[in-house]
């Protein structure tokens, strides 16, 4: 089964893409060096990820003690989330309210410089602004897996 590719459907400013980059690095910051409270601090209180396999955390509680019970296989490797090709979309209906698509990909090196890639995956988020800055409302995880080729 084939999944969808995002469009965008309305442009928006230099000014919020650059926004949305910022949020981003900053959150991905802290994952990658297991700041789990700050991470989670990036997620309104009843934020809601579901993972590729169907997990689904619901508010910082359940993401910060699944994060915690993860944090064994972070042993001695350093993470990288790399995130690009970022659909953004704000929502005509609320000003608040900020969609966006992208591809992920994450890297971990171990401690002899050795660089593993894990799979890659298309994350959908929709993103809230909250007292002048963004917090992550929701975020579904798509595992990456070929398309089939058009039937000709």
């Known amino acids: ?9 309305q442009q928006v400013t230099g000014d919020l893409y650059a926004e949305v980059q910022t949020f981003y ?6 994952v990658d060096a297991l700041d789990i409270e ?12 579901v993972h ?3 997990q689904r955390q619901s508010g910082r509680v359940e993401m910060i003690a699944g994060m915690r019970a993860n944090l064994p296989r972070y042993k001695d490797i350093a993470v990288r989330h790399w995130f690009g ?10 000003g608040d309210t900020i969609r966006v698509s992208y591809y992920t ?4 090196t171990d401690r002899e410089g050795k660089v593993s890639f894990q799979p890659t995956f298309t994350v959908d ?5 909250r007292d002048g800055g963004l917090l992550t ?11 089939a080729p058009a039937a000709s």
């Open 52 to 54: 590729a396999g169907g």
């Open 25 to 30: 690095a900053q959150q991905m910051r802290r």
């Open 1 to 9: 089964m084939s999944q969808s590719v995002g469009t965008l459907r």
């Open 137 to 147: 409302r929701s975020r579904v995880i798509h595992r990456d897996s070929p398309v």
């Open 105 to 108: 990909l994450v890297t971990q």
């Open 125 to 129: 988020d929709v993103l809230v602004r």
């Open 85 to 94: 090709h970022l659909l953004i979309e704000a929502d005509p209906q609320d």
């Open 38 to 49: 700050g991470f989670a601090d990036t997620f309104t209180d009843d934020g809601e990820v």
